[in-house]
């Protein structure tokens, strides 16, 4: 095989891996407590919640679950975009007052849904405002918030109404099998490395 032709054939796979790897949902996870709220209360409540946001393709699904609250669930929100990573309190970015059919008036519940948010109606107004008046503006900025460990997820309730549990939103570590494939790249690599 032509020298030329194994470097167009690295290129093409390593394209194809980045191209799939942006076409992707992105998921992030949070485990919700009392502790993680700024400042951090005495609620004995957990929780925990997943978040796919699919940029290209315009929606994010929700799923969480709460229990124990102190007080009756009232709102759920992300909010973005702290200051510091993993710390501090961010205005509200999605819609407002809450989450549509999020449980009300409840200390244990579970959720889940499946906005687009191509919608200015999943927005709170001043993020949208805040970042340039476009869906499009809003979703750029939340994804860098979430890549970046600057958006949580916030369960208000009537004892907490700031906040009773929340958690910053992460990618999950990658299964070995991801990470199996990211290292089948690199013969590639170093065998158009060493052709240069």
């Known amino acids: 095989m032509g020298t030329q032709l194994k470097k167009g054939l690295a290129t093409l796979a390593l394209l194809a891996a980045c191209g799939a790897a942006q076409a992707d949902p992105q998921v992030f996870n949070a485990a919700l407590s009392g502790a ?6 005495g609620s004995a409540a957990t929780g925990d919640v997943t978040v796919l946001f699919d940029i290209d393709n315009h929606y994010m699904t929700i799923a969480a679950s709460f229990t124990d ?3 009756l669930s009232g709102a759920a929100h992300i909010h973005c975009c702290t200051a510091v990573p ?9 819609m407002l007052p809450t989450f549509t059919g999020f449980p009300a ?14 919608q ?18 809003a979703e750029a900025a939340l994804m860098a918030g979430l890549n970046a460990g600057a958006a949580y997820f916030n369960i208000h309730s009537s004892v907490y109404p700031s906040g009773e549990i929340r958690g910053f939103l992460a990618a999950p570590i990658p299964e070995p099998a991801q990470i199996l494939m990211l290292l089948a790249g690199l013969p590639l690599l170093f065998l158009r490395k060493r052709e240069n």
């Open 105 to 118: 008036n409840e200390t244990s519940g579970s959720y889940a849904s499946f906005f687009d948010t191509s």
């Open 120 to 137: 200015a109606s999943f927005w709170n107004p001043s993020f949208l405002a805040n970042h340039g008046g476009t869906t499009a503006g």
């Open 36 to 41: 993680a709220e700024a400042p951090p209360n």
């Open 86 to 94: 993993g710390d501090g309190n961010a205005g509200v970015a999605t």
């Open 69 to 71: 609250l102190e007080g």
